[in-house]
T-cell receptor, first 114, second 115 residues
Framework: KAGVTQTPRYLIKTRGQQVTLSCSPI?????VSWYQQTPGQGLQFLFE???????NKGNFPGRFSGRQFSNSRSEMNVSTLELGDSALYLC?????????????FGPGTRLLVL | AQSVSQHNHHVILSEAASLELGCNYS??????LFWYVQYPGQHLQLLLK??????LVKGIKGFEAEFIKSKFSFNLRKPSVQWSDTAEYFC?????????????FGTGTQLKVEL
């Protein structure tokens, strides 16, 4: 089975621009979560989707948004980019929401904001 | 709100030394607990997890962890480390109240194993 895939892998943007990142979960997985990883803040939860519905949202400004499609693929969008948005954005998928389920992580999209 | 503390930020060991990485969490309800590892240049991989039953769980590559509910701890151990264990290790908690898969991670422990 193919793992979680994320595109693009690397991205360079300038302040004020917007960006869309894509995540394809493992086949059959219906839950997708997004995390931001930075050297200073570590891994922080952004949001989670299950069956096209947002179930949880982390403490990030409204510039960060996401969605999930009927095929479970997910996108996240960051508008009006700031320098502090430079990070590795990780997507994780799991089959559902049952206790004990494992989240499988993708390789991430590394975003650099200049 | 849930939180996770990893006490050791950087650990340097010689090959064959024993390893114990501390992890404490703060959460008032039932939890699932995880240890993930990130090898250089690779993505996060699950080492092991606890969600019920025997509090001593065994994972891949000879790692194990013990859930001590009274201490809110989930420490990771390995009796004899190898150079290939050099990586960053993350403890994570999933609080089950309210549902969802949200993981709260600790700040990570960078382990370097010297030959």
């Amino acid at each position: 089975k193919a793992g979680v895939t994320q595109t693009p892998r690397y991205l360079i943007k300038t302040r004020g621009q917007q960006v869309t990142l894509s995540c394809s979960p493992i086949s059959g997985h219906r839950s997708v979560s997004w995390y931001q990883q930075t050297p200073g803040q570590g891994l922080q939860f952004l949001f989670e989707y299950f069956s096209e519905t947002q179930r949880n949202k982390g403490n990030f400004p409204g510039r960060f948004s996401g969605r999930q499609f009927s095929n479970s693929r997910s996108e996240m969008n960051v508008s009006t980019l700031e320098l502090g948005d430079s990070a590795l954005y990780l997507c994780a998928s799991s089959p559902g929401l049952a206790q004990g389920e494992t989240q499988y992580f993708g390789p991430g999209t590394r975003l650099l904001v200049l | 709100a849930q939180s996770v503390s990893q006490h050791n930020h950087h650990v340097i060991l010689s090959e064959a030394a024993s390893l114990e990485l501390g992890c404490n969490y703060s959460y008032g309800g039932t939890v699932n607990l995880f240890w993930y590892v990130q090898y250089p240049g690779q993505h996060l991989q699950l080492l092991l997890k606890y969600f019920s039953g025997d509090p001593l769980v065994k994972g891949i590559k000879g790692f194990e962890a013990e859930f001590i509910k009274s201490k809110f701890s989930f420490n990771l151990r390995k009796p004899s480390v190898q150079w290939s264990d050099t990586a960053e290790y993350f403890c994570a908690v999933r609080g089950l109240t309210g549902g969802g898969n949200k993981l709260t991670f600790g700040t990570g422990t960078q382990l370097k194993v010297e030959l």
